[in-house]
């Protein structure tokens, strides 16, 4: 059935937080808002020509999926002043953090592990709405995790670069392998990494065989299974910018923005046990501070 014919107008966020998220400095937002209808109709990746550029793989014989051309690109503009408009307690701040190799990444340290957008769990948000198909409701919080994802690595994208990331790392214990066509696991540089599993993903949400949008569509046996794998990746880039590029959304005041929207993605995939906990390992410090302060539940 088609998820426009399934549900419209279910709003569960209360008038103060769809305030937060609505102004145009917000970029972390999602669709479940009181009086909007939900949809996911809209194809993922086709952002405004003046903001993203599509760039096509590096090495399109290697690896898997390279044949699709990546739809994230580029930084929304004035981005390129972000070490001249932090403020010096931020500036201070990280430059502790990375001093040392032994202190707490940055993400962990105060104020910004407790800086969210608005206080409270992500519970009633993320949980099932009554007279709504499970496989809808899943479908469409990957569609908008994935656009929101999308949107936040493209402010950074441009700090990724080859020579500074040479692999897909999230901290020094934990490394990233591309797997190739021939089934081989390959190291890539994160920024190639990540541009692959972005293309992948949408390729995947624009499936009509996958994620049917259309009357009549129905969802294919291994859907689920095919929902994990996109999660994984999907934390995997989320493990990638905490560790390696929080202090540039530090920098650029959005760290109640991105945090707000990694427990509202763990809260989903709790709720529905959609990835394995050995994946979690990488920011699992982090997500049990966001549980001691109620925002995952």
């Known amino acids: 059935m088609s998820?426009?014919?399934?549900?419209?107008?279910?709003g569960r966020s209360s008038k103060?937080?769809?305030?937060?998220?609505?102004?145009?400095?917000?970029?972390?937002?999602?669709?479940?808002?009181?009086?909007?209808p939900i949809r996911r109709s809209q194809s993922p990746g086709k952002y405004s020509p003046n903001k993203y550029s599509p760039t096509k793989p590096r090495n399109t014989n290697q690896i898997q999926f390279a044949?699709?051309?990546?739809?994230?690109?580029?930084?929304?503009?004035?981005?390129?002043?972000?070490?001249q408009n932090q403020s010096p307690r931020r500036q201070q701040v990280?430059?502790?953090s990375q001093a040392s190799p032994s202190k707490l990444p940055l993400f962990l340290c105060e104020p910004f592990v407790k800086t969210a957008l608005v206080k409270g769990s992500f519970k009633t948000i993320v949980q099932l709405p009554k007279y709504v198909d499970s496989n809808e409701w899943i479908a469409l919080n990957i569609f908008e995790s994935y656009n929101n994802l999308n949107q936040f690595y493209g402010i950074?994208?441009?700090?990724?670069?080859?020579?500074?990331?040479?692999?897909?790392?999230?901290?020094?214990?934990?490394?990233?392998m591309w797997v190739d066509?021939?089934?081989?696991?390959?190291?890539?540089?994160?920024?190639?990494?990540?541009?692959?599993?972005?293309?992948?993903?949408?390729?995947?949400?624009?499936?009509?065989?996958?994620?049917?949008?259309?009357?009549?569509?129905?969802?294919?046996?291994n859907f689920l299974k095919d929902c994990k794998n996109?999660?994984?990746?999907?934390?995997?880039?989320?493990?990638?910018?905490?560790?390696?590029?929080?202090?540039?959304?530090?920098?650029?005041?959005?760290?109640?923005?991105?945090?707000?929207?990694?427990?509202?993605?763990?809260?989903?995939?709790?709720?529905?046990?959609?990835?394995?906990?050995?994946?979690?390992?990488?920011?699992?410090?982090l997500i049990e501070n966001f549980e001691q302060q109620g925002k995952i539940i």
């Open 3 to 10: 998820f426009l014919n399934t549900i419209r107008g279910l």
């Open 16 to 36: 103060k937080n769809k305030k937060d998220v609505d102004t145009p400095a917000s970029i972390y937002s999602h669709n479940n808002s009181s009086g909007s």
């Open 67 to 83: 044949n699709q051309s990546p739809t994230r690109r580029g930084r929304t503009q004035g981005n390129t002043q972000v070490q």
């Open 94 to 96: 990280a430059q502790q």
């Open 156 to 176: 950074i994208a441009d700090y990724v670069t080859p020579e500074a990331f040479p692999t897909m790392n999230a901290g020094p214990n934990t490394n990233y």
């Open 181 to 221: 066509a021939s089934g081989q696991a390959i190291n890539l540089p994160a920024s190639q990494y990540i541009d692959y599993v972005l293309t992948w993903i949408s390729t995947k949400l624009n499936d009509q065989s996958i994620f049917p949008t259309k009357n009549g569509g129905a969802f294919p046996p």
């Open 230 to 285: 996109i999660l994984r990746q999907m934390l995997r880039i989320f493990a990638f910018i905490y560790h390696n590029q929080f202090d540039k959304i530090v920098h650029l005041s959005l760290e109640a923005h991105w945090n707000s929207f990694f427990a509202h993605f763990i809260s989903f995939i709790k709720e529905f046990n959609l990835i394995d906990r050995k994946e979690l390992e990488p920011l699992l410090p």
